[in-house]
């Protein structure tokens, strides 16, 4: 990616409405473009946070991403201060609901080790198309994950992430040594494992975000969506490299038409995030607590072109291209609807058994997948992992009725794995969010296969669990431990169902 121009530079060549050198803008005006009008913002100019906008997430889920904190709605975790949101993550043992308390999962409750805040304006603030712009300063270390970001507000195409996602910014272990890097990312496609994203990165350079406020933003226009920091359009993806695909009445899947998922009602989050997947845990060397201040948050309509926004639109053609990505060819399956009848069924053992097929969930990097021939087994599956963050799965278009089933069985050997610790893990899913949660195995030393054979029993019963037997779609997940996948060769044989 081509280094971004200086925010002022990039200003002055664009002829933006800044004049060049000028101070951001104190009041609520959109700092690019012309014909925007403001139609939502919080200032968070009072004492208490204005409960007509904002609403407050309160759980231990840890995000779908193994995040280590609870969000609450206490004032030690968010609060008013000088004009100013601000969200506290701190390290302090807290126990709440297992799973968001939409779900009504009934799941419990979990202890965490770190509380923070995730604040939303679903049904309070709830937009198709417009310009959003928030005004921050980050927190950071090792481990922390602040982020601004757009969920659906109606699902209409499914879960996560079919329905989409849209990250304004995400910033991840932001310290002195590492690169002053935030990110902006589109999710979409079909419903988790099988969904995909894309995105572009920001580099600040010698400009430290978390000693200064810096103004994010999107504008989210019917065919493109465009990234700026400070006014500095840095990315731009087309409705050409996005889409949707979703479960048709046949049990198969069909594409959504024009420019779903991002033609629905959105609404925004703010958080900080701590751990997860993909900062990894904190250490010795993460301050806390810390701090997420939000100067502001604002929402702008483009009055004269609502929907495609090109009236008002601010481009810049040093902005990065992201080329997203294309719908995958939908294949229409044929399978025995008896399938599922025998003692024991063989998801894979040379081929794989219609309707499941083989499939793979890679955030960045990739993960070189064949069927290659071993003697004794003949064709087994083998997966290289040149990525740290990645699922390889069998799964079918539609869930199955596993309760008659006592186990799945699979063959494992780890053919090369130059981690320290050498863990992996497996997960049954039935429609994301629907599932195990990551449950870990055991292979033998690298080089020798190793039987597994794991009880449905303590599929269901593990931790943070809400498998639901009758309808499972995806029987394997399976992976090297999250964040740390990279250079770990792995054969897959023998993957059955068992009665």
């Known amino acids: 990616m081509t280094k971004p121009l200086s925010p002022i530079f990039a200003l002055c060549l664009a ?13 609520p005006e959109a700092l690019v473009g012309e014909g925007w009008a403001l ?74 080790p770190y509380t923070s805040a995730r604040l939303r304006t679903k049904n309070k603030g709830d937009w198709t198309y417009g310009r ?31 329905s989409g996602e849209m990250d304004i910014l995400e910033a991840v272990n932001l310290t002195e040594e590492a690169d002053k890097t935030v990110h902006g990312t589109l999710h979409y496609g079909r419903e988790w494992p099988a969904n995909v994203q894309s995105g572009a990165s920001f580099d ?25 920091v400070d006014g500095v359009h840095y990315a731009t993806q087309k409705s050409s490299g ?14 959504v038409p024009g420019d779903a998922p991002f033609d629905q ?19 010795e060397t993460t301050e806390m607590p810390v701090e997420f201040e939000i100067d502001h948050v604002r929402v702008f309509q483009c009055v004269d072109d609502p929907e495609v926004l090109d009236a008002c639109a601010t481009r810049h053609r040093s902005a990065t291209r992201v080329f997203g990505n294309v719908a995958p060819e939908i294949l229409r399956i044929e399978y025995d609807p008896k399938v599922m009848d025998a003692d024991v069924v063989t998801i894979f053992g040379d081929e794989d058994l219609s309707p499941f097929t083989l499939g793979q969930y890679v955030a960045n990097g990739t993960v070189g997948v064949a069927r290659v021939e071993e003697e004794g087994r003949g064709l087994v599956t083998e ?66 296969w190793q039987h597994m054979s794991v009880p449905l029993s303590d599929l269901v019963s593990h931790p943070g669990s809400s498998l639901d037997l009758t309808n499972v779609n995806t029987p394997l997940v399976i992976f090297p431990s999250w964040g740390d996948q990279k250079g770990v060769v792995m054969r897959i044989d023998d993957l059955n169902l068992v009665r």
């Open 204 to 228: 600040f350079g010698d400009v430290d975000p978390r000693e200064t406020f810096h103004t994010y933003a999107v504008e989210w226009g019917q065919r493109e969506i465009r990234w700026y």
């Open 383 to 448: 997966l290289r992992y040149d990525t740290n963050e990645a699922v390889v799965y069998w799964q079918a278009p539609f869930g199955f009725d596993l309760t008659g089933f006592d186990r799945v069985e699979f063959d494992l050997k780890v053919v090369a794995d130059p981690r320290e610790d050498g863990r992996f893990m497996m997960k049954m899913d039935c429609f994301y969010p629907c599932g195990t949660g990551d449950y870990p195995i055991t292979p033998a030393p690298t080089g020798e």
């Open 132 to 162: 959003f712009e928030i005004r921050a300063k980050l927190p950071g270390g090792q481990g922390i994950w602040p982020a601004i970001w757009m969920l659906p507000s109606d699902w209409v195409y499914g879960a996560w992430a079919a």
């Open 242 to 255: 996005w889409y949707s695909q979703v479960l048709g009445d046949d049990g198969f899947f069909e594409d």
């Open 39 to 112: 139609v939502w913002n919080d200032e968070f100019d009072g004492t208490e946070l204005d409960q007509a906008k904002w609403s407050w997430e309160t759980n231990c889920w840890g995000g779908g991403n193994n995040e280590l904190q609870c969000y609450t709605d206490r004032e030690d975790n968010s609060f008013l201060r000088d004009g100013k949101l601000v969200i506290r993550a701190q390290k302090e043992t807290f126990t709440g609901p297992a799973e968001p308390l939409d779900w009504n999962s009934g799941a419990g409750d979990r202890t965490l």
């Open 15 to 27: 002829n933006l409405a800044l004049s060049c050198g000028a101070a951001l803008a104190s009041g």
């Open 265 to 283: 009602r959105f609404h925004l989050l703010l958080n900080i995030a701590v751990g997860g997947n993909w900062p990894g845990p904190p250490d």
